[in-house]
């Protein structure tokens, strides 16, 4: 069974809109969470992240928002650029370190 | 500083076979982790290595194996290869074990596997 969980395969949004990428999890032992973003072609590249002791952590254009309670994550970006068009992955850390991936999501800005 | 470097970019190889795949870690980085990537499963966590010491396995089969050498360079093989096994298989590295907060972990770019 799915620990993370990222229901929207893709997501298409305006130049200039927000992006809004959610992420659920269902281990409530996660300590850390973590956004990377991926190019085709490419690894992963680490984007942001944030402490589950926190429930956000802005860097730029780039916000992410964790509730403990609902056991969900958002990754925001705004405003969205046609750079931003990747595959965004959603990590939850456990204790011992292991890094469980959710399944991606395509975000496709539009000019 | 140059980045995680992993060879063979791709590879094709027969059921049955057995491959072997190396990394590089960035400069001073201690732990190597691996990951499978599938469009079914997504990014799934295999390794991690520490010191030449293993310290996490994901659930995956015995046939998928690894090892770290002294430099920090791993290696990671998968033996009997099955069709089910076509995936990229992406290397990290980071400074410190996956355990220790706050760390963030580099990705190499990939080595694309193809069972036939």
């Known amino acids: 069974d799915q620990q993370v969980k990222q229901n929207s395969p893709s997501l298409s949004v305006q130049e200039g809109r927000i992006s809004i990428l959610n992420c659920d999890y269902t281990n409530s032992m996660f300590d850390y969470f973590l956004w990377y973003k991926k190019y085709p072609a490419e690894g992963p590249t680490f984007l942001i992240s944030i402490s589950s002791i926190k429930d956000k952590n802005e860097d730029g254009r780039f916000t992410v928002f964790l509730n403990k309670s609902a056991k969900h994550l958002s990754l925001h970006i705004v405003p969205s650029q046609p750079g931003d068009s990747a595959v965004y992955f959603c990590?939850?850390?456990?204790?011992?370190?292991?890094?469980?991936f959710g399944k991606g999501t395509k975000l496709s800005v539009k000019p | 500083k140059a980045g995680v470097t992993q060879t063979p970019r791709y590879l094709i190889k027969t059921r049955g076979q057995q491959v072997t795949l190396s990394c590089s870690p960035i400069s001073g980085h201690r732990s190597v982790s691996w990951y499978q990537q599938t469009p079914g499963q997504g990014l799934q966590f295999l390794f991690e290595y520490f010191s030449e010491t293993q310290r996490n396995k994901g659930n995956f089969p015995g046939r998928f194996s690894g090892r770290q050498f002294s430099n920090s360079r791993s290696e990671m093989n998968v033996s009997t290869l099955e069709l089910g096994d076509s995936a990229l298989y992406l290397c990290?590295?980071?400074?410190?074990?996956?355990?220790?907060?706050?760390?963030?972990?580099?990705f190499g770019e990939g080595s694309w596997l193809t069972v036939v």
């Open positions: 990590a939850a850390r456990e204790v011992q370190g292991n890094l469980i």
């Open positions: 990290a590295s980071s400074l410190v074990g996956l355990q220790d907060s706050g760390n963030t972990i580099y």
